[in-house]
């Protein structure tokens, strides 16, 4: 069925070829106040999808949910059917992935966080420069507020290596609880068990064979492959470093996280803080 704009459209056409408008209008079932009707609704929408535009080019993996986080921040108050409908006119769809097999999603995590400092994971990410120099990412991340602690590039991370990573941040952040991760040999060396003795802190290693026992590294680790080492093109380690530093901050600071309510994970820790030091203060007066 031909819809009444489409309709309108062909009045024009119709009296082009001699057709009176009157007799246009009673053939195509249009009525005549509306012939030269300009509709104002795509003058308002105009400039909310040239920011989605703009977004959706500087993002390309960020669906229409994220980019109305960054919508709102500049003003614009869309409600979601409104959000999807100039979404899908721009036809700025983001491509979808192909789907993967969910492996005991439900299961519960051994020793989950519930707080910010007290589970950290890390991990390993690989990707190479074009000049063919690998790339070697130690990925860390708070599990709490899903904080990129460090992402630290090398061509080549030993044990030692790792453990002048987790001193640094230790000293910024505190030792945490635990430390998660699986059992490669960098993280179950006698100089990691030994240091992680001398600072008191405990490992939680996953069972073999069960990555979603560390989703949150897994977590961070696709979206840095799929929104940073996929998306760029580095000429050279020094290069790659300077890349995913900057990812990294975009990460804590700026990008919406739907975990996390749509929030940044600055934006919850520091909320996580204040609510904290509202409770000590209410303790304190009780």
């Not at 009444?4 to 009673?26: F, N, Y």
């Not at 769809?93 to 707080?115: E, H, I, M």
Request: glycine share 6%.
């Amino acid at each position: 069925m031909v819809s009444a704009p489409e309709r309108r459209a062909l009045v024009p056409v119709m009296t082009d070829r001699g057709i009176s408008v009157r007799r246009a209008c009673a053939l195509l079932s249009v009525a005549r106040s509306t012939v030269g009707y300009v509709p104002a609704q795509p003058a308002k929408d105009a400039p909310v999808i040239e920011r989605m535009r703009h977004y959706a080019a500087m993002y390309p993996r960020f669906g229409y949910r994220r980019i109305h986080v960054y919508l709102e921040r500049e003003g614009f108050r869309l409600g979601w059917d409104r959000m999807l409908r100039l979404w899908q006119l721009a036809r700025l769809q983001v491509p979808k992935k192909r789907p993967r097999k969910r492996l005991a999603a439900s299961r519960p995590r051994p020793l989950p966080a519930s707080g910010p400092n007290q589970v950290w994971a890390y991990d390993f990410v690989f990707d190479a420069c074009a000049n063919g120099q690998p790339l070697k990412c130690l990925v860390i991340t708070d599990e709490w507020t899903h904080e990129a602690l460090q992402i630290d590039v090398q061509g080549s991370i030993r044990s030692r290596r790792v453990i002048d990573v987790l001193s640094k941040l230790v000293s910024e952040h505190g030792a945490p609880r635990y430390l998660r991760s699986d059992n490669g040999p960098e993280f179950v060396s006698h100089a990691i068990l030994r240091w992680l003795q001398e600072t008191g802190i405990e490992t939680a290693y996953i069972e073999p064979g069960k990555p979603w026992q560390n989703g949150t590294a897994e977590s961070l680790n696709g979206k840095f492959r799929d929104e940073c080492l996929s998306m760029e093109w580095f000429r050279n380690r020094t290069e790659a470093r300077v890349i995913i530093e900057t990812w990294r901050q975009h990460y804590n600071e700026d990008r919406p996280h739907s975990s996390l309510g749509y929030r940044t994970p600055k934006q919850f820790k520091d909320e996580d803080k204040q609510r904290e030091q509202a409770s000590t203060h209410q303790a304190s007066l009780n």
